[in-house]
């Protein structure tokens, strides 16, 4: 299971950081990510990490804002959010899979709203 937390209301500018706590079947996961969803929007994907080294990735539209990193030893990946704007609203997904290629297809966990404010 996954359990996301940390959204919040933040207004433009600050900084939020999301936490997605794997346990049971997905703590074997090699691969976990962060996805968002805005309000009548697809689900987006924004960055994953890999379990086994620091690699990384990131879509182009947060890249330099946004930062993955992972604890292995509280099997948890984070997500620092900074320079957050208006158009960061969105529930946002972790979910892990063995691979990248098929982080849409894994695991999810429940969600956690950020709402920016201008």
């Known amino acids: 299971q996954l359990q996301a937390s940390g959204g919040g209301f933040v207004q433009a500018g600050g900084s939020l950081r999301l936490s997605c706590a794997a346990s049971g079947r997905t703590f074997s996961s090699r691969v976990m990510g962060w996805f968002r969803q805005a309000l009548g929007n697809e689900r987006d994907f924004l960055a994953a990490v890999s379990w086994s080294d620091t690699s990384a990735v990131y879509a182009d539209s947060v890249k330099g804002r946004f930062t993955i990193s992972r604890d292995s030893a509280k099997n948890t990946v984070y997500l620092q959010m900074n320079s957050l704007k208006p158009e960061d609203t969105a529930v946002y997904y972790c979910?892990?899979?063995?691979?990248?290629?098929?982080?849409?297809?894994?695991?999810w966990g429940q969600g956690t709203l950020v709402t920016v404010s201008s």
């Open positions: 979910a892990a899979s063995s691979s990248l290629p098929t982080l849409r297809s894994g695991s």
